[in-house]
């Protein structure tokens, strides 16, 4: 009889391990920033500038794997199963890198931390201070970038960039994307001011 027992509770037991490998989590989905392909600016090319894009700081929340979205004014949704395919400070660069590529018609732009032969002219920081919204509506891009003359370390020109991106869907790929509209309004934003002080 103690013998039955044990059998069955060892069924038992197996039956419930089966049943909970049997839930299985749904698949990840992974993203990517995407850089623009051409712009449509009045700015002239600049094709003999050397620009160096970082480092990037963004706020703890958003460094990690997962996609973070806002639902409210003090509270965020973590979707752990729609992730960057890259780290997320490393996309911000290399997009703005390539943006800025891109608007000013110069091969010559590198990411932070670059090699002592690429050392570029002008480095640009950059503090995002928030980069999130609600998932189908609007996605904010609150960023302070500066502007640093390499050689003298002189800080050449600071700026304030708000920018609102609406996100057309509900698809978090459509989220994504207005992330990444976002970053080509900063990346026209950084131009104009390396335009600025290039040409001064």
């Known amino acids: 009889m103690r013998k039955a027992v044990s059998t069955t509770l060892l069924l038992v037991g ?33 094709h003999d500038i050397s620009v160096g894009v970082g480092p990037v700081t963004i706020p703890g929340h958003l460094d990690r794997s997962q996609i973070v979205t806002s639902t409210g004014q003090n509270s965020i949704n973590i979707h752990e199963y729609q992730r960057w395919g890259d780290s997320f400070k490393t996309q911000i660069e290399e997009t703005l890198a390539e943006n800025l590529s891109t608007l000013l018609q110069t091969p010559k732009v590198a990411v932070y931390p670059w090699e002592r032969a690429q050392r570029p002219a002008y480095q640009v920081y950059v503090t995002v201070r928030r980069f999130e919204g609600k998932s189908g509506m609007d996605v904010t891009l609150d960023a302070i970038w500066q502007l640093v003359d390499i050689k003298t370390e002189k800080s050449l020109l600071t700026r304030h960039f708000v920018h609102t991106e609406p996100a057309l869907g509900t698809q978090m790929s459509t989220y994504v994307q207005a992330q990444s509209d976002a970053l080509e309004a900063l990346s026209i934003d950084i131009a104009k001011g390396l335009h600025t002080v290039h040409t001064q």
């Open 14 to 46: 197996i039956c419930i391990v089966l049943a909970g490998c049997g839930k299985m989590s749904p698949p990840s989905s992974y993203y990517v920033l995407t850089s623009t392909k051409a712009v449509q600016t009045q700015m002239e090319p600049l």
